[in-house]
């Protein structure tokens, strides 16, 4: 009776990861993602924007990161395991990597720069700040 019991539980268990591996593939990668918002009280523009795009070479995105005013477009090259997401940027002050994980809502996720390990942060799907 113990080893049906563990068999059916290993069989429930083999058809969740299954439904959420499928569930993972079939999320839009591509998209705008952004935080980005323009602070009335001391007329800062704060937060990030990413925008995912497909080429023939695989997935790219331009990075904006706005801390006051608006940031430098930076290129990165995301790369996708099921619907966790990661890619490294590189420029300037901005050296280190984003891990997050990425669903019909938007990403979350978080930025490590300089080996500082930053915050959870949301980065809805919608449109750009700038549209």
Known sequence: MMKIMVGYLLLVLSFV???????????????TFSSINFNK?????????????????GYVG???????GAGNLIVVHPKFVGNKIHFDVNKDIYNGSFDGVININGIHGRFIFSGNRG?????????SYWD
């Open 17 to 31: 990861y299954v439904i959420d591996y499928a569930n993972a593939s079939t999320v839009k990668r591509t998209g």
């Open 41 to 57: 009280e001391s007329g800062d523009l704060v937060g990030v924007e990413l925008r995912i795009i497909t080429t023939r070479t």
């Open 62 to 68: 331009m990075l904006q990161i706005c801390e006051g």
């Open 119 to 127: 915050e959870m942060e949301f980065f809805p799907r919608k449109k």
